[in-house]
Each structure stands twice: as structure tokens, then as C-alpha cells.
């Protein structure tokens, strides 16, 4: 189920609508210690790969280096962290041959059997799977049947360092279901086979942070983990050297090549224009947490920033008072519930009001017979945001 604040898209058809900074980051400390294991993990993989052979009748191909959503032109983010790239052309040269990697915001660093996704794109949590000769004539799927996927380290959901080993890739088809924000794919009986042996991706910036409550990489101390993205799990550190707070006029000095940006707000306050002209000092907050701890007569809005509801109001930004589970006045609301416990209002009956239904970040938080739907935040260029995720009752 996927709601636009232009146009609602569902299942159900149209509607209206790898490295921390060190010395300075506290939480670089963290990772220097843990990469040994992880290195020697990583080699482990590797050198065991060189010893293997292609399962028969496939092909051996080799994969590039990978982009998240905020490293795409347009930006790109998906409702759960896509990297995305290409594979060394392995069919038509006229065509490209894209790679994926598919991860659920909650994935923690570890190592995956790929086998356990069933070769299914609706099924898979951890999905390796890519496109050969795209937009051509003679396109095909392939998706991960076997093979290991170890999240060596993760910054945010957006910013993890990894390697594949051993994976087959099976030619795959569209398979049910196919209305769904998450569609289906089965493996081709006797279909074509692309075989990688070892391949590593990093899409950890510099400065790289996670907004979210709770993450080891969020507010270290002089510095404002600021959101990169609507539903705030992706950000990048920057210095806060002033004592300005909430509602606070700020000038920011933007980032060099071996400096973060930095602000004259106090540590907490991002420095950001989102909501006015003028840059103002906002409190940072996560609107995922019990109490989001935004300042009095404030909400936590989008990118993780808290602001007045009147503000937001005004610039197409909905609210119902509905509370989570409850029946709202309006069709679509981006907002319902209290802090603390938000919801989205949307109409997946055509009963002409919505019901609020909770939000949630991850796929994986969503119950039995519920999937995730998103709110998708139109940017620049033709690019989209659709990090701002929701439960709903699926029905599958």
C-alpha cells in the first residue's frame, strides 16, 4: 500500500491524493575495535570462495560498486535500505545489468543465508537480485537462491559494509503477489543461472550517522546527528559549536572535504531550512520513540525535526486527531495518533474516511497478515522518499 501526498498508489489501484570520522566521532571508537573481527570474517569469506567452483550451468559474474538512496541522481530512498549498482555485463552489452541488495531497516550485522528467502522477492528479508539487459528486449530476473550475505557493519539502515560469497542467482518470473508494495518472484524450471563468487559493498559516509533513538552512532557529544530523510534513519554528523535552541535564527557553514558542516546551534539542534525560508535552530527528535522529547507545543515532524503543528499544517502537511486503530474524519492524514504513538490515516476500504494505522520503520515490525505500506514524499528531479512506513492489513 503506497500513499503519495499527490497521488495515492495501492493494490487497489489509484486515488487521489566505510568510515566514521575518527578522533573526533565518539562512536568511531566502536567500530575501530570491532573491525578486526570483522575484517577477518570478511577474509574468511573470501578465501574460501577462491577455492569454489560455479554450480553447473551457470555463469560467473562480478558485481560493482553499490549506491543508497541519498548517492542516487535524483535521491532515491526506498521504503527499506536498496543499494543499488550494476554486475560487469553478462548479457546484451547495449543494455545495463543491474544489481540490487535489499535489506529490512532491522537487519543486524551478522551472517545471512541467502537460501532462506526462497528465491521470492515478496518472501526475502536479506535479497540479492538484479536486472539483465534492462528496458531491452530480451530482460530477465535474477534473485538469490543460495549463497551467504554477512553485514559486516552498520552505521544506519542506509549505511552498512558487507560482503556476498557463493550466491546463485536464478532466472526468476513474476509470481503473486503482484499488487503489493512487495511483489513475488519464483525461480524459471531449468532457467538460466548467474553464479557470484565474492563480492563486498560500503555504503558508509563520511560523517555518517543514525538519527534514531538508542543508535550508538546518533548525538556524540558536540555534535546533531541530522536526518537525511523523511522518516529519519539516515543522517550525517555536524558540528554544533553555539548555544542557539529552538525557534533560534542559525547560520550554517557547509561541509568540507575533510570537514564536517557545522552550526551555531547548541548540540541537538540542526540548523535547517525544511520548514521556512530563513534556517532556524530545530530540536532533533524520533518520532518512532515513546516520548519523542520535543520542546512544548511542538510536534516531531518529518526528518526528524520538531516544529509547530501550525507551522506544518500550512505547507500541506495533515493532521487527524484519530488515534491508532481508531476511524479518522479524513480519507489520508500523514498524521494521526499522539507523540509517541503516530499513526497514518489512510482509506484502504473506500468507506470515504480512514482508519489510523501505526507506524512502523521496518517490514519486519509488522505482525501476521499485516505488510508495510509507505507515505512516498515526492524530491526534486523525480526522486522520492518513501522511508515513512505503516502497517496495514494485507490480507495474504
Given at each position: 500500500?503506497?500513499?503519495?501526498r499527490?497521488?495515492?498508489?495501492s493494490?487497489?489501484?489509484w486515488?487521489w491524493?566505510?568510515?566514521?570520522?575518527?578522533?573526533?566521532?565518539?562512536c568511531?571508537?566502536e567500530?575501530?575495535a570491532?573491525a578486526?573481527?570483522?575484517?577477518?570474517s570478511?577474509r574468511?569469506?573470501?578465501?574460501?570462495s577462491?577455492?569454489?567452483?560455479?554450480?553447473?550451468?551457470c555463469?560467473?559474474?562480478?558485481?560493482?560498486e553499490?549506491?543508497?538512496g541519498?548517492?542516487?541522481t535524483p535521491?532515491?530512498y526506498g521504503?527499506q535500505?536498496l543499494y543499488?549498482g550494476e554486475?560487469?555485463?553478462?548479457g546484451?552489452?547495449?543494455?545495463v545489468d543491474?544489481?540490487?541488495?535489499r535489506?529490512?531497516?532491522n537487519t543486524?550485522?551478522g551472517?545471512y543465508?541467502?537460501?532462506?528467502?526462497?528465491t521470492n522477492?515478496?518472501?526475502c528479508?536479506?535479497?540479492v537480485?538484479?536486472?539483465q539487459?534492462?528496458?531491452?528486449?530480451?530482460?530477465?530476473?535474477?534473485?538469490?537462491?543460495s549463497?551467504?550475505?554477512?553485514?559486516?557493519?552498520k552505521?544506519?539502515?542506509q549505511?552498512?559494509?558487507?560482503?556476498?560469497?557463493?550466491v546463485?542467482?536464478?532466472e526468476?518470473?513474476?509470481?503473486?503477489?503482484?499488487?503489493?508494495?512487495?511483489?513475488?518472484?519464483?525461480?524459471?524450471?531449468?532457467?538460466?543461472?548467474?553464479?557470484?563468487r565474492?563480492?563486498t559493498?560500503?555504503?558508509?559516509r563520511?560523517?555518517?550517522?543514525?538519527?534514531?533513538?538508542?543508535?550508538?552512532a546518533?548525538?556524540p557529544?558536540g555534535?546533531?546527528?541530522?536526518a537525511?530523510d523523511?522518516?529519519?534513519?539516515?543522517?550525517?554528523?555536524?558540528?554544533s559549536?553555539g548555544t542557539?535552541?529552538?525557534g533560534?535564527a542559525?547560520?550554517?557553514?557547509?561541509?568540507s572535504?575533510?570537514?564536517?558542516?557545522?552550526?551555531?546551534?547548541?548540540?541537538g539542534y540542526?540548523c535547517t531550512?525544511?520548514?521556512?525560508?530563513?534556517?532556524?535552530?530545530?530540536a532533533?527528535?524520533?518520532?518512532m520513540?515513546?516520548?519523542?522529547?520535543?520542546?512544548?507545543g511542538?510536534?516531531?515532524?518529518?526528518?526528524?525535526?520538531?516544529?509547530?503543528?501550525?507551522?506544518?499544517?500550512p505547507?500541506?502537511?495533515?493532521?487527524?486527531?484519530?488515534?491508532?486503530?481508531?476511524s479518522c474524519?479524513?480519507?489520508?492524514?500523514?498524521f494521526?495518533g499522539?507523540e509517541?504513538?503516530?499513526g497514518?490515516c489512510?482509506?484502504?476500504?473506500?468507506?470515504?474516511?480512514?482508519?489510523?494505522y501505526?507506524?512502523?520503520?521496518a517490514?519486519?515490525?509488522?505482525?501476521?497478515?499485516?505488510?508495510l505500506?509507505?507515505?512516498s514524499?515526492?524530491?526534486?528531479?523525480g526522486?522520492f522518499?518513501?522511508?515513512?512506513?505503516?502497517?496495514?492489513?494485507?490480507?495474504l
Amino acid at each position: 500500500m503506497t500513499y503519495r501526498r499527490v497521488d495515492v498508489a495501492s493494490s487497489r489501484g489509484w486515488r487521489w491524493g566505510v568510515v566514521l570520522l575518527t578522533a573526533m566521532v565518539g562512536c568511531a571508537q566502536e567500530k575501530e575495535a570491532s573491525a578486526p573481527a570483522e575484517q577477518e570474517s570478511v577474509r574468511a569469506l573470501k578465501e574460501r570462495s577462491l577455492h569454489l567452483s560455479p554450480p553447473a550451468g551457470c555463469t560467473e559474474i562480478s558485481m560493482g560498486e553499490l549506491r543508497t538512496g541519498i548517492e542516487l541522481t535524483p535521491v532515491q530512498y526506498g521504503p527499506q535500505p536498496l543499494y543499488r549498482g550494476e554486475f560487469a555485463s553478462f548479457g546484451d552489452p547495449a543494455f545495463v545489468d543491474t544489481a540490487y541488495i535489499r535489506l529490512d531497516v532491522n537487519t543486524a550485522s551478522g551472517l545471512y543465508d541467502l537460501a532462506n528467502g526462497g528465491t521470492n522477492l515478496f518472501t526475502c528479508e536479506q535479497c540479492v537480485y538484479g536486472y539483465q539487459d534492462v528496458s531491452g528486449p530480451a530482460q530477465k530476473t535474477f534473485v538469490a537462491e543460495s549463497g551467504s550475505l554477512w553485514l559486516a557493519f552498520k552505521v544506519s539502515p542506509q549505511q552498512t559494509a558487507g560482503a556476498l560469497a557463493n550466491v546463485t542467482l536464478r532466472e526468476s518470473v513474476p509470481a503473486a503477489p503482484l499488487a503489493a508494495p512487495y511483489k513475488g518472484t519464483a525461480p524459471v524450471p531449468g532457467g538460466e543461472c548467474r553464479w557470484i563468487r565474492f563480492a563486498t559493498w560500503d555504503t558508509i559516509r563520511s560523517g555518517g550517522c543514525d538519527p534514531r533513538e538508542g543508535s550508538s552512532a546518533s548525538n556524540p557529544p558536540g555534535h546533531t546527528c541530522v536526518a537525511e530523510d523523511a522518516a529519519a534513519t539516515d543522517g550525517t554528523l555536524e558540528k554544533s559549536l553555539g548555544t542557539k535552541a529552538q525557534g533560534e535564527a542559525c547560520t550554517k557553514t557547509p561541509a568540507s572535504e575533510n570537514q564536517l558542516a557545522s552550526t551555531d546551534c547548541a548540540p541537538g539542534y540542526a540548523c535547517t531550512d525544511a520548514y521556512t525560508e530563513a534556517r532556524q535552530c530545530l530540536a532533533t527528535c524520533d518520532f518512532m520513540a515513546a516520548d519523542p522529547g520535543c520542546p512544548t507545543g511542538t510536534v516531531c515532524g518529518v526528518y526528524g525535526l520538531c516544529i509547530q503543528q501550525s507551522v506544518m499544517e500550512p505547507i500541506g502537511y495533515l493532521f487527524d486527531p484519530a488515534l491508532i486503530g481508531q476511524s479518522c474524519t479524513a480519507g489520508f492524514a500523514e498524521f494521526c495518533g499522539v507523540e509517541g504513538a503516530r499513526g497514518v490515516c489512510a482509506d484502504l476500504t473506500g468507506a470515504g474516511h480512514g482508519t489510523c494505522y501505526r507506524y512502523a520503520r521496518a517490514r519486519s515490525e509488522c505482525g501476521a497478515g499485516e505488510e508495510l505500506g509507505f507515505v512516498s514524499y515526492p524530491l526534486p528531479g523525480g526522486g522520492f522518499d518513501r522511508t515513512y512506513g505503516w502497517c496495514y492489513p494485507d490480507g495474504l
